[in-house]
């Protein structure tokens, strides 16, 4: 079964929005197989943001992402990797369609609520370097 790596982010926990994030997941019928609360610390950000690293805005994203706690979960269905993108929106939260998690909770192409894997060979890398 396809699987892919979705992840709150410490805004979504900070506005009280995980509980509605898992809600989306479910309702789609998509199987959440594990999930943990963790805080991440910059060397682990740094791999898993690796395409970023070099940007200058990186330490911003440190910063952010090590501000609270993120809730990372294994989603499983079919086409999941695909869906959860769609869901999820585009990474701008004023680009985003009304409807999509981002769409309708975020308003900047930061804080925007949510990670989740951008294609099947990258889900697999991300559910090893989360969950081990
Ligand atoms: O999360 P997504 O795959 O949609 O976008 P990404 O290009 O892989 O970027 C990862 C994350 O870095 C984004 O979700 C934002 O939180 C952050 N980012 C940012 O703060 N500023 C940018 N210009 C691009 C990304
Ligand atoms: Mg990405």
């Given at each position: 079964m396809e699987r892919t790596y979705i992840m709150t982010k410490p805004d979504a926990y900070e506005r009280g929005l995980v509980g509605r994030i898992i809600t989306r997941i479910e309702e789609k019928g998509f199987k959440i197989t594990d999930m943990k609360m963790m805080r991440l610390d910059e060397n682990i950000l740094k791999e898993h943001y690796a395409h970023l690293a070099d940007k200058p805005?990186?330490?911003e994203i440190v910063e952010y992402?090590?501000?609270g706690p993120v809730v990372g979960m294994i989603v499983?269905?079919?086409g999941v990797v695909d869906s959860m993108r769609k869901i999820m929106g585009p990474t701008d939260g004023l680009e985003a369609m009304p409807g999509t998690i981002r769409g309708d909770f975020a308003n900047n192409k930061s804080e925007n609520l949510v990670?989740?894997?951008d294609s099947v060979e990258n889900a697999e890398i991300e559910i090893k370097r989360f969950f081990g």
């Open positions: 805005f990186f330490p992402m090590t501000s499983e269905g079919n990670h989740g894997s």
